[in-house]
């Protein structure tokens, strides 16, 4: 069962999908899109500006996982696809360097030897 953050992410992608050229629309799987209908939340209502580009718009996060995964399954090529995955590849290990920097154990139990 997804969580009420999912159902209301997959709302705002449903709307935005809405707002999507047609052939861009008919490339992903009609299971997926039976999927995201399926497990819409059915009271949340978005309020977003399409007159926006979707990086401007104010989404939810988790809406935004939803949107890469179908822009890298169903949208790009292969040259695309690898890019899109270096891009991912290089958050990440941004993103763990920080960690570590964060929650180092040599640093996080120095301040208590003191």
């Not at 990086?55 to 996982?65: A, P």
């Amino acid at each position: 069962m997804l969580s009420n953050e999912y159902r209301e992410a997959i709302v705002e992608v449903l709307d935005i999908l809405d707002h999507t050229r047609k052939e861009d629309v008919d490339k992903i799987s009609p299971k997926f899109i039976e999927f995201l209908r399926a497990n819409a939340s059915k009271t949340y209502k978005p309020q977003l500006d399409h007159s926006k580009k979707i990086s401007d718009m104010r989404l939810m996060h988790k809406t935004r996982v939803i949107l890469a995964i179908i822009y890298r399954k169903y949208w790009c090529d292969d040259n695309q696809r690898n890019e899109f995955d270096r891009i991912l590849m290089e958050n990440e290990i941004n993103y763990q360097k920080k960690l570590r920097e964060k929650y180092n154990p040599d640093t996080v139990f120095k301040n208590k030897k003191k």
